[in-house]
């Protein structure tokens, strides 16, 4: 079994920046994808970005394109979230979730393994 942890959370400004870390453990499969994905309360959870395995392949959000970034660190086991420019809109509980494949998808009921989640809150 997998377990992810995510870090980084908090409360910050408007244009203001965080970096979000997702941590794995257990055992993962030699290749998997991974991605990250957001719910604010009465929303459902929304698509943010997601990387393949090799980093060749990477996905965002129309939301959040040109402010964050996803990256991955295989021999560390983990998944970064740059967000820069952050807008309240961007409050949210952040969840970053691996699929085992190198294929990236965009939707949460492609993954297999998730995170509790951390929370974003942008004042403005």
């Known amino acids: 079994q997998v377990q992810l942890v995510e870090s980084g959370g908090g409360l910050v400004q408007a244009g203001g920046s965080l970096r979000l870390s997702c941590a794995a453990s257990?055992?993962?499969?030699?290749?998997?994808?991974m991605g990250w994905f957001r719910q604010a309360p009465g929303k459902e959870r929304e698509f943010v970005a997601c990387?393949?395995?090799?980093?060749?392949?990477?996905a965002y959000a129309d939301s959040v394109k040109g402010r964050f970034t996803i990256s991955r660190d295989n021999a560390k086991n983990t998944v970064y979230l740059q967000m820069n420019s952050l807008k309240p809109e961007d409050t949210a509980v952040y969840y970053c979730?691996?699929?085992?494949?190198?294929?990236?998808?965009?939707?949460?009921?492609?993954?297999?393994?998730w995170g509790q989640g951390t929370q974003v809150t942008v004042s403005s």
């Open positions: 979730a691996a699929r085992n494949s190198r294929a990236p998808m965009t939707r949460p009921s492609d993954y297999d393994y």
């Open positions: 257990g055992r993962t499969g030699s290749t998997y994808a």
């Open positions: 990387i393949s395995w090799s980093g060749a392949s990477i």
